[in-house]
């Protein structure tokens, strides 16, 4: 893995800056994307002291032409993308009901459209050098559904089905496409939750406990590694035994 590029999209904190420490440790040249330049210097100046390689791309990835510049000026700093991880998200909890179109349509722009985009961008360089490894981010909830999540787990749910159709189509072409989908995990946004409810939650966890982003990060390192040559169009679950499929 030495000596690639790796492009983490919505990697100035939480999982996506875990995964960015973590492949940055494995010896990629990483470009950091998100959507705030602050929280790419963040995870880059992580990276650096950390003795890794990374340098701050922010970008929104929902919109075509910024995906487009983003591939490109990777591409010219840091060489073509060998490792693609879609993990940019958007998060919004609301009853079915009261979930306005635009926030509907923002949910799929994120996640969805940006990952379309993604793959779209970085997949000709790789279909040409015959190799790469693209790794889509969804949820457990994609898999299992949410209470107030219609949009969030409906989106992660294109994701995962997006991910076996793609890993269909270029898998004979030397690009294998997988997914992960996490459960609950120990980041801000978490964090963030009252006691109360991740008590109760941990407690429903066979693990019994949240994970951690570097256990997540693992399992993209996996993906990407030659030990994970045979895993083509699979989600792994990282989420404490949760939802077991």
Same mark, same amino acid.
């Given at each position: 893995m030495s000596a690639k590029t790796a492009l983490v999209s919505g990697a100035g904190s939480g999982i996506g800056a875990g995964i960015a420490t973590r492949l940055a440790a494995e010896g990629y040249r990483v470009a950091v994307n998100d959507l705030k330049p602050e929280a790419c210097a963040r995870t880059v100046d992580a990276i650096a002291k950390a003795g890794g390689t990374a340098e701050a791309f922010p970008a929104d990835i929902s919109d075509p032409a910024a995906v487009t510049r983003l591939v490109a000026d990777v591409a010219g700093k840091l060489g073509p993308v060998a490792l693609l991880v879609n993990n940019a998200g958007h998060?919004?909890?609301a009853a079915f009901l009261d979930?306005? !179109?635009?926030?509907?349509?923002?949910?799929?722009?994120?996640? /969805?459209?940006?990952?379309?985009l993604m793959c779209q961008a970085v997949l000709p360089s790789m279909l040409a050098a015959g190799e790469g490894v %693209? /790794?889509?981010?969804?949820?457990? !909830?994609?898999?299992?559904?949410? /209470?107030? !999540? /219609?949009?969030?787990?409906?989106?992660?749910?294109?994701?995962i089905a997006m991910t076996k159709? !793609?890993?269909?189509?270029?898998?004979?072409?030397g690009v294998?496409?997988?997914? %992960?989908?996490?459960?609950? %995990?120990?980041?801000?946004?978490?964090?963030?939750?009252?006691?109360?409810?991740?008590?109760?939650?941990?407690a429903e966890l066979p693990l019994g406990r949240f994970g951690e982003t570097h256990e997540v990060a693992g399992a993209v390192a996996f993906l990407a590694s030659p030990d994970g040559?045979?895993?083509v169009g699979q989600t792994l679950g990282p989420n404490s035994g949760d939802v077991m499929l």
């Open positions: 998060g919004h909890q979930i306005s !179109l635009a926030e509907f349509e923002r949910m799929f722009a994120v996640h /969805v459209r940006g990952t379309f %693209i /790794v889509n981010v969804a949820s457990q !909830l994609g898999q299992v559904g949410g /209470v107030e !999540l /219609v949009h969030y787990a409906g989106a992660k749910g294109a994701i159709s !793609l890993a269909r189509e270029v898998a004979k072409k294998r496409v997988n997914a %992960i989908a996490p459960g609950p %995990i120990n980041t801000p946004l978490v964090e963030a939750l009252s006691a109360n409810w991740k008590k109760a939650k941990a040559a045979l895993f």
